[in-house]
């Protein structure tokens, strides 16, 4: 694996969750934020930089440490100055950027900067065997962020990662949302350092028999400075990537670019209303084409759900809209909320 030069990126996308999610365009400032990072053992991180410019662009690669400080061996080169071509991609496994040997890290991440702007970006996790596959966009960095997806029931874990690229510290309060009372840790970030925490040791949640309150929460995280989250949501050897969005996001339509059902195939949607007041959600199952999905490939379409103030839908599909049939169906989804709330 360590000989890949280049990732089919198209195959890839395929492994991406149907979160909504925009993709990861660099701010004003030409920042990209890669959240997780894995060397050793047998994982390992791909990074691929798109520049839709029409000129060179010059782009520095730092590593990091949980510590905040960029990471050090003999053999490995820290920072890393990359040029991508006009309307090009770069694309490589991270180990390979750097070279030498890195010694384990439970929260590295890796900082891009450029004087280009619109750089865009993703990451991909695997391991040697590829019996764990996925990737994501970039992160939004915010002082308030939303995690949709935290699972801890039977069979399921939640890993977080959060990243300070800022020159000074961030105190970070996370709260546990959707349970009959919100949990709450504090935490401090060190400057340009980040953490790699599981949401189950952290809250004391233990996982039960079966589906369980923690199975319809989600995870507030609030600085004081901006920060950026990652989640990786693993169980029945399945592993989804999320990344944490603005909690100022409020949305009225938010599309799911794929929707998989039936079979060995299941999509679960997770939306959260982060406004103050209850909304209306709806959401319509579509076919390829656009059309709606009807009878007798299931039996309600659309659906109308109330979500309260600060509440999260999280659903398994198929059962959502009644799906039936021998045959796997896909598509993609329509979520439309009674007012601008809604993030997912």
Not at 273 to 295: C, F, H, I, K, M
Request: glycine share 10%; with cysteine; aromatic share 8%.
């Amino acid at each position: 694996m360590d000989g890949w030069r280049r990732f089919d990126w198209r195959g890839c996308l395929c492994f991406l969750s149907i979160f909504a999610t925009v993709a990861g365009v660099a701010r004003a400032d030409s920042e990209l934020i890669f959240p997780r990072l894995s060397f050793g053992g047998s994982e390992r991180t791909g990074i691929a930089i798109v520049n839709p410019n029409t000129a060179d662009a010059l782009v520095t690669l730092t590593a990091y440490g949980a510590d905040g400080q960029p990471l050090e061996a003999a053999g490995f080169e820290n920072p890393v100055e990359i040029t991508v071509g006009p309307e090009e991609q770069f694309s490589l496994v991270a180990r390979e950027i750097f070279g030498g040997t890195v010694p384990a890290d439970d929260g590295a991440w890796i900082h891009a900067t450029s004087e280009s702007n619109d750089l865009a970006g993703f990451f991909l996790y695997l391991t040697l065997a590829l019996n764990v596959f996925d990737g994501a966009d970039l992160p939004e960095q915010a002082s308030s962020l939303v995690f949709s997806e935290v699972r801890v029931d039977a069979g399921f874990d939640t890993e977080l990662n959060l990243v300070n690229p800022n020159p000074s510290a961030a105190q970070v309060t996370l709260t546990l949302m959707g349970g009959n009372t919100p949990v709450v840790r504090q935490l401090a970030l060190p400057a340009q350092g980040a953490v790699r925490l599981d949401a189950a040791d952290l809250f004391g949640l233990a996982p039960a028999g079966g589906a369980n309150t923690a199975s319809a929460r989600y995870l507030l995280a609030e600085a004081n400075a901006e920060i950026a989250g990652f989640a990786f949501v693993q169980g029945a050897g399945d592993l989804l990537g999320l990344n944490a969005r603005p909690a100022t996001e409020r949305l009225e339509t938010i599309f799911f670019p794929q929707l998989a059902v039936l079979g060995p195939i299941s999509t679960e949607v997770a939306v959260v209303n982060n406004s103050n007041q209850t909304v209306l959600v709806t959401l319509r199952a579509r076919r390829p084409d656009g059309e709606l999905y009807g009878p007798p490939d299931l039996t309600d379409n659309p659906v109308t759900r109330s979500l309260g103030a600060g509440e999260i839908l999280r659903a398994d599909l198929e059962e959502l809209f009644g799906f039936t049939g021998n045959l796997s169906l896909e598509g993609w989804l329509e979520v439309v909320s009674s007012s601008e709330a809604i993030s997912a």
